[in-house]
């Protein structure tokens, strides 16, 4: 047996390899079987193209055993098997794959081979520092065994072998402060890892699994026995025709794999074929996880090549908008790295997410249209997301998005669409009317909504603090501009009313002018209104940053403090406004308490604080004791 040195460059690799390109140690074992599931594959392909070549394809098999004595663990597999000269071109040297020149030269259309960068098998340099390869090719009569202790080099020698195919021994390290290797001798680890990452890999992949069984005749005595069982599911579920699949088979896979109790709210399963095939099944939950909404939420689907999982989390085949939706894509066309781990940026990528995001809209979509219950289920748990993604990134995403929203109308007493609010629209009807609260029985409450209510016009309830930012990042829908109940240019008052409030403001301008004077900064403007019925005042605002806005912009943890460019309005035809100018004429220091009080009403109203509560409660207490 002569030693031979790996070549400088390749030297450098393993070195490279073994500390820097895998990120998780365990995955060695998915290289290892991903390997050996190709050697399979080679030799099946071979049989199918070659008469002389005989072999039962039931007899295909993968086998791995464990040696906690000799801390050994061997992967095994009845494959093509490699002569002397493969295994020192494809062992010998790094990065030379043996896959990769079989797909070339033969460019098989019905076989899926894994492995292309001829790298993988080097990883299992991480967990073990001795290596053997026993390897026959089929209807070779010479058996070779390939052996390396790291990066000082390897050796090739004849052996003897039972069978084709090749047998992977690997003498695992001694456990370190940072590394419990000894979990890769843990029978119960290693079919983990195996479910994991090959679960779904195509041939039966065997091992010796210990199990508690009563002792024959007892009762409540027990013994260990061990059973050669076959550890991976095979055939993965999205790969079956979808007319095979119940849906109980579908929210099984679902609580296993994704770890949730209740069952998805709808399940789409897509396969696509053209300039990049994939295979995708996705789930929208019906509830949001615990962290959804926090920094540590982390979006993306599992991805498997060939069914191999690459990923577990795969951002960037879902956007930001749909990062509620849970699942998986199998795609043979993708560019993966050298490492198989981290996923390149390239054309196929791109073409999948796109696909699927298309998907997802569309089933949303017929959610909404025929089931209708399930879409407000989701809506409740998800709709927060799809508002904020209208408004974040300068509202790019509106155009997507809008038609999935929905805000609970007046006239319907219910959630709706704004395509069904137009659709409901009086004739001469020009805009969308919206009010913002805390809630529909606070809102149902303001004073400025009862002109709208007179009117029997709809107004759509907005109740969480980022509604009325994603209305704003739609601007328009339909042609349909959307207006605020608060906004203080707004008004239903035909044109003899109009300047019937103009006038009176008119009329009144030294009293408005010093009630201004008297709340100073506090409000923009003070002015008497035809737009309430029954209560005495409110506030309006002028400008972009209504009221709803000021409050939520005031909870975040900024020094800047936005302000609502308020307007106290009077109710003109309210006694406190006959009140307001016998104040003005007889007794200007009444009035400014009256002001203050006011304010602090329309305030109140609007669940806003009080900067001067004691103030306030002197001046009511004063004009309650005269």
Same mark, same amino acid.
């Given at each position: ?72 663990? %061997? ?17 010998? %040297? =790094? ?35 001795? =290596? ?25 020698? @004849? ?86 699949? %119940? ?61 191999? *999982? ?85 509202? =790019? ?22 395509? @069904? ?30 002109q709208f209510k007179e009117k029997d016009l709809d107004v759509l309830y907005l109740t969480e603090y980022v509604d009325e930012f994603a209305i704003q990042a739609i601007m328009n829908y339909d042609n349909k501009e959307f207006a605020n109940v608060s906004s203080e240019g707004l008004s239903l008052d035909d044109e003899e009313d109009s300047k019937k409030i103009e006038k009176e403001n008119k009329d009144n301008k030294d009293l408005l002018e010093l009630m201004h004077k008297t709340l100073g900064d506090d409000v923009h403007d003070v002015r008497f209104t035809s ?10 605002? @002028? ?36 009140? *307001? !100018? ?10 400014? !308490? ?33």
């Open positions: 047996m002569k030693k031979k040195q790996f070549k400088a460059e390749s030297k450098k690799l393993l070195d490279l390899m073994i500390n820097s390109i895998y990120t998780n140690k365990e995955i060695f074992i998915r290289e290892l079987i991903s390997n050996a599931s190709d050697a399979i594959d080679k030799l099946h392909y071979r049989s199918l193209t070659d008469k002389k070549v005989k072999v039962d394809p039931d007899e295909f098999a993968i086998n791995v055993s464990i040696d906690k004595e000799k801390r050994t663990l %061997t992967i095994s597999d009845n494959g093509c098997g490699m002569t002397a000269d493969e295994l020192e071109n494809n062992l010998g %040297t =790094i990065a030379k794959s043996g896959t990769l020149a079989f797909k070339e030269e033969n460019k098989p259309k019905d076989v899926d081979i894994i492995g292309q960068f001829g790298v993988g098998f080097y990883s299992a340099f991480m967990v073990s520092d001795h =290596i053997q390869v026993i390897s026959k090719a089929y209807g070779s009569k010479d058996a070779n065994m390939w052996e390396s202790y790291g990066a000082d080099g390897y050796a090739i020698s @004849e052996t003897t072998k039972d069978g084709y195919g090749t047998t992977i021994i690997l003498t695992i390290k001694e456990d370190t402060e940072h590394d419990k290797f000894s979990d890769y001798l843990d029978a119960n680890k290693v079919k983990e890892i195996i479910k994991k990452y090959s679960d779904y890999i195509r041939y039966p992949i065997k091992m010796d699994v210990e199990k508690e069984q009563l002792k024959d005749g007892s009762k409540d005595e027990y013994e260990v026995i061990t059973q050669n069982e076959t550890i991976n599911s095979m055939l993965p579920l999205w790969k079956k025709n979808k007319s095979e699949i %119940t849906e109980e088979e579908y929210n099984n896979f679902y609580h296993n794999n994704f770890y949730d109790y209740a069952d998805p709210l709808k399940t789409i399963h897509t396969s696509v074929e053209g300039l990049c095939s994939y295979n995708a099944l996705l789930y929208i939950p019906n509830h949001a996880s615990y962290d959804f909404y926090s920094k540590n939420y982390e979006k993306g689907l599992q991805l498997y090549s060939n069914g191999v *999982l690459i990923m577990d989390k795969c951002g960037e085949l879902l956007p930001d908008y749909f990062s509620f939706v849970k699942g998986l894509v199998d795609s043979s066309d993708l560019s993966l790295n050298i490492s198989r781990e981290i996923l390149q940026k390239d054309h196929q990528v791109q073409l999948i997410a796109k696909n699927i995001e298309k998907k997802i809209k569309k089933e949303l979509e017929d959610m909404l249209e025929n089931d209708r219950e399930n879409y407000e289920k989701f809506f409740d748990a998800f709709g927060m997301q799809l508002k904020f993604s209208v408004y974040n990134d300068f509202g =790019i995403h509106k155009d997507e998005l809008q038609d999935l929203l929905l805000f609970y109308s007046s006239k319907e007493k219910k959630l709706i669409t704004l395509k @069904e609010y137009v659709a409901n629209m009086k004739d001469d009807q020009d805009k969308i009317y919206y009010a913002c609260g805390e809630s529909k029985d606070k809102i149902d409450l303001m004073p400025q909504i009862e737009r309430l019925k029954k209560h005495p005042v409110c506030l309006t605002t @002028e400008g972009p940053v209504s009221i709803e806005m000021e409050k939520v912009m005031r909870a975040m943890p900024t020094e800047d403090k936005i302000k609502a460019s308020a307007i106290l309005e009077i109710n003109e035809s309210h006694p406190i406004a006959q009140k *307001l !100018k016998d104040l003005y004429a007889s007794d200007k220091d009444a009035l400014e !308490k009256y002001t203050k009080v006011l304010y602090a009403q329309a305030r109140l109203i609007e669940g806003l604080p009080l900067d001067n509560p004691t103030e306030i409660s002197n001046i009511v207490c004063d004009m309650i004791s005269k």
